[in-house]
């Protein structure tokens, strides 16, 4: 709710899948890949946009790490922040 705040943190591996939404302007869905990827299967980026990031009501404050490879845009927002100087901006 309004005025929580919210901390996912992540620390192992990151992938990429052959995107199967058409929705990456790369063609690859960025992916978690969790310890029981072998039966389980990587986290899409997408499916974190849905499960994680959506639901989040207006005016939650959300940190997130993700220290793993592929990982700036694993969280699929509307922008995306370049480490080199100091503006966001907006994907189309």
């Known amino acids: 709710q309004a005025g929580d705040v919210v901390y996912p ?3 192992g591996h990151g992938g990429k899948l052959r995107d199967d939404g058409n929705d990456e302007e790369d063609g690859y869905d960025e992916t978690l890949i969790p310890l029981d990827y072998q039966s389980a299967g990587q986290i899409r980026d997408d499916d ?3 499960t994680l ?3 989040m009501q207006e ?3 959300v940190t997130s ?3 793993c490879c592929h990982s700036g845009t694993v969280l699929d927002l509307p ?3 370049q480490g080199e100087g100091d ?3 907006e994907q189309e």
């Open 53 to 55: 990031v959506i639901p």
């Open 87 to 89: 503006s966001m901006q």
């Open 65 to 67: 790490v993700m220290d």
């Open 79 to 81: 922008y995306n922040y």
């Open 48 to 50: 974190l946009l849905r």
């Open 9 to 11: 943190h992540y620390s």
């Open 59 to 61: 005016g939650v404050f």
